[in-house]
């Protein structure tokens, strides 16, 4: 028995999704074998597993439900959110990623059911190609970091990015050089995106001193102390390009 009438039960969606599947011309039942609903016409075979939210538990039914026929749905009540927000795409990429058909049933409609997608095979080879470009920004990422400063699963700490890690570079060469040109930094090793981190200056780490000439700023200064691991790298890669010029600092204030 309802005590709240606000409050969706699993049950509300079934008399819906009976009556969108008998307009299709298939004679629906229900809990069958465990089975929130079956449909059936001639030899095809749907299930249909109901929740009143997307879940792990409704997803892991829904693939048990897969060893009796391809074609499993998930049901749910339309949410709230906007079906075009993020959210909702990632969700709808996890069902089909499942091979899972998806249902929206809308209750204050009047029991309006939609079929956002129909059940079908994932092909994995055409989303990698659609996905190859994040794929290639991870790889300059991975390439563009020294070490593993970052610990996996963090959400409310800074996290050390490869282009962050090469603007401390860049402080820390400011710092042992002096005002320094682009170019005399990159002679150090700071790579091609020197001169555009330097004149984005994101992070106020640096200050300019004239035209095409740059210092380090107090919170440059101060960056290089709350980030010890990485100024250490740095001080024994200077000291290896020092040692490799036969122990003369190259002049390379520009």
């Known amino acids: ?19 969108y599947f ?3 011309g298939y004679e629906v039942k229900g809990e069958v074998k465990h089975c929130d609903l079956t449909a059936v016409k001639d030899d095809e075979l749907i299930i249909v597993e109901m929740k009143r939210h997307l879940s792990v538990e409704l997803l892991v039914q829904a693939t048990k439900r897969q060893r009796l026929t391809e ?7 339309k949410p709230k959110f906007s079906l075009f927000s993020r959210k909702w795409k990632d969700i709808c990429h996890l069902v089909r990623r499942l091979e899972c058909g998806l249902l929206l049933v809308s209750l204050q409609q ?14 994995r080879a055409k989303s990698m190609q659609r996905g190859k470009q994040k794929r290639q920004r991870v790889l300059r990422e991975i390439a ?24 401390l570079q860049i402080a820390f060469w400011l710092e042992r050089l002096g005002p320094s040109t682009p170019k005399a930094l990159r002679q150090s090793g700071t790579g091609e995106k020197t001169q555009a981190i330097l ?18 700023s107090e919170k440059g200064k101060q960056a290089l102390i709350e980030y010890p691991e990485l100024t250490e790298h740095y001080r024994q890669l200077a000291a290896e390009r020092t ?12």
């Open 1 to 19: 028995m309802k005590n709240n009438p606000e409050k969706i039960y699993e049950v509300d969606l079934y008399e819906p999704l009976v009556k």
């Open 22 to 24: 008998t307009k299709l």
């Open 71 to 77: 074609l499993v749905y998930i049901a749910v009540p």
């Open 110 to 123: 009047g029991g309006t059911v939609t079929e956002v997608f129909a059940p079908a095979s994932f092909d």
């Open 144 to 167: 563009g970091r020294s070490g593993d400063f970052n610990v996996g699963g963090s959400s409310q700490t800074k996290i050390m990015t490869a282009y962050k890690e090469n603007s």
């Open 199 to 216: 004149q984005k200056n994101y992070d106020d780490w640096f200050v300019k001193i004239r035209r095409g000439v740059y210092g380090i």
């Open 243 to 254: 040692h490799s010029h036969d122990g003369r600092t190259p002049d390379i204030k520009g």
